[in-house]
């Protein structure tokens, strides 16, 4: 009967419909970017009757573009800020460990920001600036508290650097693929990824490790 019960835990729960929908707006906003897409192609792709259900959970089409970007992004901030309270030997390490395993589960992210990064809307500008400004603020604070070589004027351009190792690495795993000849998002090549990020984080702030 404890078996039973055991395997049961392990079933896990059907996802809810607003969680689908920003599935299926993730994987299409960051394949097509938001004017590439519409709302009933999103609603399709959710695998909804119309787009009347999608309404039902998101306002209009800009509303659901800043829901799948804020529930991406969130949860980076948390990451970053928990490194920078938890500081200590190795917590960089850890960072890493946490941030490549998000990403590596979350693999249109990083080319949703990056496309939204590149588009000349007004509107998509000012939302993904609102959305980032917080995890680009919390890891200024987190590389001022880590020491190391660099002056404060060189952290802006060090955090920039750390975002394209870090994320870079996901938006372009499509071109990775081409040049590489093998999947980028593989298990083995993330491991690989993993390591070289963490020795270069080591270089970068000066750890003697």
Same mark, same amino acid.
């Given at each position: 009967?404890?078996?039973?019960?055991?395997?049961?835990?392990?079933?896990?729960?059907? &996802?809810?419909?607003?969680?689908?929908?920003?599935?299926?707006?993730?994987?299409?906003?960051?394949?097509?970017?938001?004017?590439?897409?519409?709302?009933?192609?999103?609603?399709?792709?959710?695998?909804?009757? !119309?787009?009347?259900?999608?309404?039902?959970?998101?306002?209009?089409?800009?509303?659901?573009?800043?829901?799948?970007?804020?529930?991406?992004?969130?949860?980076?901030?948390?990451?970053?800020?928990?490194?920078?309270?938890?500081?200590?030997?190795?917590?960089?390490?850890?960072?890493?460990?946490?941030?490549?395993?998000?990403?590596?589960?979350?693999?249109?992210?990083?080319?949703?920001?990056?496309?939204?990064?590149?588009?000349?809307?007004?509107?998509? &500008?000012?939302?993904?600036?609102?959305?980032? &400004?917080?995890?680009?603020?919390?890891?200024? !604070?987190?590389?001022?508290?880590?020491?190391?070589?660099?002056?404060?004027?060189?952290?802006?351009?060090?955090?920039?650097?750390?975002?394209?190792?870090?994320?870079?690495?996901?938006? !372009?795993?499509?071109?990775?693929?081409?040049?590489?000849?093998?999947?980028?998002?593989?298990?083995?090549?993330?491991?690989?990824? &993993?390591?070289?990020?963490?020795?270069?984080? !080591?270089?970068?702030?000066?750890?003697?490790?």
């Amino acid at each position: 009967m404890a078996s039973r019960s055991n395997a049961a835990a392990t079933v896990e729960e059907p &996802r809810s419909t607003r969680d689908v929908i920003l599935d299926a707006a993730e994987r299409s906003f960051a394949e097509r970017g938001f004017a590439g897409v519409s709302v009933r192609e999103i609603a399709t792709e959710a695998g909804l009757k !119309n787009q009347a259900s999608l309404y039902h959970h998101f306002k209009n089409k800009r509303a659901l573009y800043e829901a799948v970007l804020s529930r991406g992004i969130t949860p980076l901030i948390s990451v970053v800020v928990e490194s920078g309270t938890n500081a200590q030997p190795g917590s960089d390490e850890t960072f890493l460990d946490h941030m490549v395993t998000y990403l590596a589960e979350h693999p249109h992210l990083p080319r949703l920001i990056q496309r939204a990064g590149l588009d000349d809307s007004k509107y998509l &500008r000012s939302a993904l600036t609102r959305l980032l &400004r917080p995890f680009y603020t919390e890891g200024l !604070n987190v590389l001022a508290a880590a020491g190391g070589p660099w002056q404060p004027e060189d952290l802006p351009h060090l955090a920039a650097g750390l975002y394209h190792l870090i994320f870079g690495y996901f938006a !372009n795993s499509g071109l990775l693929e081409a040049v590489l000849q093998e999947d980028p998002r593989s298990p083995e090549a993330i491991a690989r990824q &993993r390591r070289f990020l963490k020795k270069a984080l !080591n270089l970068l702030l000066g750890a003697q490790r």
